[in-house]
């Protein structure tokens, strides 16, 4: 057994631990709805679940059914190593100028969009795709932005933008990618 395949198992093992200790994600693809991502327990209160001051608390809700907000053009995707869910610090700037206009936008929420390249098992780059979306995630929250304003989606392999099978097709396949949409 070779160490790349070691590595896949041990990922691949770990996402699934991951997923049964009640991670509510959902997966664009395949039509599965969950409950918004909320591992800080956010307390969720006010009327039709918002909160006070313009805040949005939006319990079971998944954003992609709000009004779409169109992407502004500077905001651009965050590419990733192959078999790797770091944000790279060549890329940390593009998760910033994010965290800036989700701060500037006070009720717009967002969905980071994790995605893979074609090598890998379904199941696999679903995983990886989820820890990428997440890592992005965790680097807005630590910019300042709340947790009840990003939920997370991982798309695996599906949503190429490049349909090569070559390291260059690859390299921009391996992203996390934003849509944005109006909370209120």
């Known amino acids: 057994m070779n160490t790349s395949h070691i590595l896949r198992t041990a990922l691949l093992l ?7 200790t009640g991670c509510k994600t959902f997966r664009k693809n395949k039509g599965e709805d969950a409950p918004a991502f ?4 956010t307390e969720l209160i006010g009327e039709g679940g ?3 001051e313009g805040q949005l608390a939006l319990a079971d809700t998944n954003f992609a059914t709000l009004p779409p907000v169109e992407k502004p053009g500077y905001i651009q995707p965050v590419y990733f190593a192959y078999n790797d869910s770091t944000v790279p610090a060549s890329e940390a700037s593009k998760v910033s100028v994010v965290a800036q206009f989700l701060q500037q936008n006070g009720t717009v929420v967002l969905i980071v969009e994790g995605n893979c390249d074609e090598r890998g098992t379904d199941e ?10 997440q890592a992005v995630r ?3 929250v630590s910019e300042g ?9 991982s ?11 070559n390291e260059s097709a690859w390299s921009r396949n391996r992203r996390a990618e934003f849509s944005f949409y109006q909370g209120r």
């Open 124 to 133: 696999y780059n679903i995983s990886l795709g989820e820890y990428r979306a």
């Open 50 to 52: 918002y909160l006070d």
């Open 38 to 41: 909320d591992p800080e327990g």
């Open 145 to 153: 932005v709340a947790a009840n304003r990003i939920q997370t989606v």
């Open 14 to 20: 770990a996402a699934v631990a991951a997923l049964s």
């Open 138 to 140: 965790e680097r807005l």
């Open 155 to 165: 798309n695996g392999e599906q949503n190429p933008v490049d349909p090569g099978h």
